[in-house]
């Protein structure tokens, strides 16, 4: 290839980079991270809670399994996984359009526990992109998980989904701010803060910015967003968490076609000219 011709290459590789990056959001510093690397997950991060979680679990986790074996996913679909706002979202196909879903929630799983199965929960599926809610780590009681626990087994989890399928995105969305559990804000947005920290300095990982939509101007819990047991969100909470989430992983995804098509059609053009 000529020099002329290597220097039009170069400069259309630049401008595809610099474009790429103007279309993804802040913690996304270098198109390189919208695939993330892969590791081997450290499964020593486990130990402190896996018995437990296998007592208390193990039948769920053997329900989830066959479904796995009975139902197909739809193609190009995304995942779903974590604790009962996963579960109870009974119209997430509906409110997800156009995008499919595959949902994976159970009980009162806190992060601990999504952790422990993580690889039986995401091995049986080629997903997408992998969206993860757990809200009950932080409950205000003596068996509560630091927010750096939290962290740790959070990054572990990531680490399963980048080692099973590197392509695919991550999602963490924020725990919500709910009446019953509000003594614990304090602690629970420390959780969110690691939640954030795990997004900014992990390739292809994604936070879902939500409390803030559930709490009134005085800074408290919106009660016309939730159920009677003031934990659990109604009809009207789930349209806003949809909304938020839908847009949120939208936007991340064009981002990730739009840099994908410019590195092929660079590499195209490249290999059609030497």
């Known amino acids: ?117 993580a690889k039986r929960l995401l091995h049986p599926h080629q997903y997408r992109a992998l969206v993860i809610f757990v809200g009950n780590d932080v409950q205000g009681n003596s068996e509560d998980n630091t927010a750096e626990q939290v962290e740790e087994l959070a990054r572990y989890v990531v680490s399963v989904s980048n080692a099973h399928q590197s392509h695919a995105p991550v999602f963490l969305i924020e725990v919500t701010p709910t009446e019953k559990r509000f003594v614990a804000w304090p602690l629970i947005r420390k959780v969110n803060e690691r939640l954030r920290e795990i997004a900014l300095s992990t390739p292809n990982t994604h936070f879902i910015a939500t409390a803030d939509h559930y709490l009134d101007p005085a800074g408290n819990p919106r009660s016309e967003f939730f159920v009677s047991d003031r934990l659990h969100l109604n009809e009207a909470g789930y349209d806003q968490w949809a909304d938020l989430i839908r847009n949120r992983v939208g936007e991340r995804l064009r981002a990730k076609e739009e840099f994908d098509a410019r590195a092929a059609a660079t590499e195209a053009a490249e290999s059609k000219v030497e």
Request: glycine share 4%; with cysteine; net charge negative.
């Open 1 to 117: 290839m000529c020099i002329y011709m290597r220097c039009f290459v170069l400069l259309c590789l630049v401008v595809s980079v610099a474009n790429a990056q103007e279309a993804v959001a802040p913690e996304i510093s270098d198109p390189a991270d919208l695939r993330a690397p892969t590791s081997v997950p450290d499964e020593a991060v486990l130990e402190p809670y896996r018995a437990k979680a296998v007592e208390k679990w193990e039948n769920e986790i053997q329900k989830i399994e066959s479904r796995d074996k009975a139902e197909q996913d739809p193609v190009d679909a995304i995942l779903f996984i974590g604790s009962s706002s996963i579960r109870r979202w009974n119209d997430i196909a509906v409110d997800m359009a156009p995008f499919r879903t595959i949902q994976r929630g159970y009980g009162g799983s806190r992060y601990s526990d999504v952790a422990v199965f």
